[in-house]
């Protein structure tokens, strides 16, 4: 009988790469129960759902400053326990044992605790995508507020966990030199895509997806696009999810023909979609500490589609597309920097780093993800590592 695993999320699990990938990887070898918020259904795992809650966008601001007043009177359980997630204890209540939970959002870490104490032998995997304390470090006011909640939450129950993952070395280290946490590094890699680089045609397709804000430098992109020769056409598929953001965005692009925003896809078509691109851009700059850090899901997925991959010089993307040959890395941070560096590549360069691409594809999927996130559960729960079948070839 296979061990069963449940995976925590405070966000739609089908919707989000990084928890999807866990399932996907792990569905074969072991019984998946996810629980998560708005959860749609999951063919292969046991799905169960609660509400969302009002997002900043719906909020009044009196709830708004209700929650900032729970933040200043240090009321955290306020703030984990809120109405919506009371569902959650009903769930664990009928779920029986599972020998893992996998959380996937810290502020749901408590739940995943209190149904240990019930259930001794479970084990807690948390999975730390950001370093959460500096989630939004340029906002002097969330760091008085959620930034002190998400400290809370480290401190009071990150020694309590048996195990942790984060994304990148950077952020793993954050942990360990403020909290004692010992992070497994575990890249977002995503599932191996069996496509051919295609010869760049002019004009050259570049391509950026993903969330659209501020801290983002995600202002820079029509400024590269501006300063882009006649050879290239900047294509932005992205999300926003502060209001009003991408519309003016959208609305200072009038009249650049060099620019495109186009309508979002769902995520399992991101990497097909893009193969059709020849650039794959990230414009990150160090102006916070997860930024610095960040290796992004983009990242892995342009290479996935056999992409030329052009970034900023942030020290661990720059780190493999030196190490892998998939792009170039701009020599400073900033538009002008990224103009430079776009406006010298050559169709010849852009196909040989595209073919680069496609040499690393294998390595830097879930092909190789898996065997690695299977041994580490396996030790987790001191547990033989199951063989199951790959589904990669």
Same mark, same amino acid.
């Given at each position: 009988?296979?061990?069963?695993?449940?995976?925590?999320?405070?966000?739609?699990?089908?919707?989000?790469?990084?928890?999807?990938?866990?399932?996907?990887?792990?569905?074969?070898?072991? @019984?998946? /129960?996810?629980?998560?918020? =708005?959860?749609?259904?999951? #063919?292969?795992?046991?799905?169960?759902?609660? !509400?969302? &809650?009002?997002?900043?966008?719906?909020?009044?601001?009196?709830?708004?400053?209700?929650?900032?007043?729970?933040?200043?009177?240090?009321?955290?359980?306020?703030?984990?326990?809120?109405?919506?997630?009371?569902?959650?204890?009903?769930?664990?209540?009928?779920?029986?044992?599972?020998?893992?939970?996998?959380?996937?959002?810290?502020?749901?870490?408590?739940?995943?605790?209190?149904?240990?104490?019930?259930?001794?032998?479970?084990?807690?995997?948390?999975?730390?995508?950001?370093?959460?304390?500096?989630?939004?470090?340029?906002?002097?006011?969330?760091?008085?507020?959620?930034?002190?909640?998400?400290?809370?939450?480290?401190?009071?129950?990150?020694?309590?966990?048996?195990?942790?993952?984060?994304?990148?070395?950077?952020?793993?280290?954050?942990?360990? @030199?403020? /909290?004692?946490?010992?992070? =497994?590094?575990?890249?977002? #890699?995503?599932?191996?895509?069996?496509?051919? !680089?295609? &010869?760049?045609?002019?004009?050259?397709?570049?391509?950026?997806?993903?969330?659209?804000?501020?801290?983002?430098?995600?202002?820079?992109?029509?400024?590269?696009?501006?300063?882009?020769?006649?050879?290239?056409?900047?294509?932005?598929?992205?999300?926003?999810?502060?209001?009003?953001?991408?519309?003016?965005?959208?609305?200072?692009?009038?009249?650049?023909?060099?620019?495109?925003?186009?309508?979002?896809?769902?995520?399992?078509?991101?990497?097909?979609?893009?193969?059709?691109?020849?650039?794959?851009?990230?414009?990150?700059?160090?102006?916070?500490?997860?930024?610095?850090?960040?290796?992004?899901?983009?990242?892995?997925?342009?290479?996935?589609?056999?992409?030329?991959?052009?970034?900023?010089?942030?020290?661990?993307?720059?780190?493999?597309?030196?190490?892998?040959?998939?792009?170039?890395?701009?020599?400073?941070?900033?538009?002008?920097?990224?103009?430079?560096?776009?406006?010298?590549?050559?169709?010849?360069?852009?196909?040989?780093?595209?073919?680069?691409?496609?040499?690393?594809?294998?390595?830097?999927?879930?092909?190789?993800?898996?065997?690695?996130?299977?041994?580490?559960?396996?030790?987790?729960?001191?547990?033989?590592?199951?063989?199951?079948?790959?589904?990669?070839?």
């Amino acid at each position: 009988m296979k061990q069963k695993i449940a995976i925590l999320c405070d966000f739609d699990i089908s919707k989000r790469p990084r928890p999807y990938r866990m399932f996907e990887m792990l569905k074969e070898s072991y @019984e998946i /129960f996810c629980i998560a918020r =708005e959860c749609s259904e999951i #063919l292969g795992a046991h799905c169960f759902a609660y !509400p969302a &809650p009002k997002s900043a966008k719906e909020r009044t601001q009196e709830e708004t400053q209700v929650l900032l007043q729970h933040c200043y009177q240090r009321n955290f359980e306020a703030l984990i326990y809120t109405p919506n997630r009371s569902v959650i204890a009903e769930i664990f209540a009928a779920l029986g044992a599972v020998d893992m939970v996998i959380v996937a959002d810290i502020a749901l870490l408590p739940f995943a605790l209190k149904y240990k104490k019930q259930h001794t032998h479970t084990k807690i995997l948390i999975d730390l995508r950001e370093y959460y304390p500096l989630e939004y470090e340029n906002d002097p006011l969330w760091l008085e507020t959620f930034g002190k909640f998400f400290e809370y939450l480290c401190r009071e129950y990150l020694p309590q966990v048996d195990a942790a993952l984060s994304v990148s070395v950077g952020i793993a280290k954050k942990y360990q @030199e403020v /909290f004692g946490l010992c992070c =497994e590094v575990f890249y977002s #890699l995503p599932p191996y895509a069996p496509l051919k !680089p295609r &010869p760049p045609s002019l004009p050259m397709q570049i391509v950026y997806h993903g969330f659209l804000s501020p801290d983002r430098d995600s202002h820079n992109l029509l400024e590269i696009a501006q300063g882009l020769d006649k050879r290239f056409c900047l294509n932005v598929m992205g999300l926003s999810n502060q209001k009003g953001f991408l519309e003016e965005l959208q609305q200072r692009a009038r009249g650049l023909d060099c620019v495109q925003f186009l309508p979002p896809v769902a995520m399992g078509d991101i990497i097909p979609f893009c193969n059709a691109f020849d650039i794959g851009i990230i414009t990150l700059s160090p102006n916070s500490f997860n930024n610095t850090h960040a290796l992004p899901n983009k990242f892995f997925e342009y290479i996935q589609s056999r992409l030329c991959v052009v970034a900023t010089p942030l020290p661990e993307i720059s780190s493999i597309i030196t190490q892998k040959g998939v792009g170039r890395v701009s020599s400073e941070f900033g538009a002008q920097a990224m103009i430079e560096t776009l406006n010298q590549l050559t169709q010849e360069d852009i196909m040989t780093h595209k073919l680069a691409s496609a040499s690393s594809a294998k390595e830097l999927s879930l092909y190789t993800n898996k065997p690695r996130l299977l041994s580490i559960i396996a030790s987790i729960l001191d547990t033989p590592y199951p063989q199951a079948p790959s589904s990669y070839p």
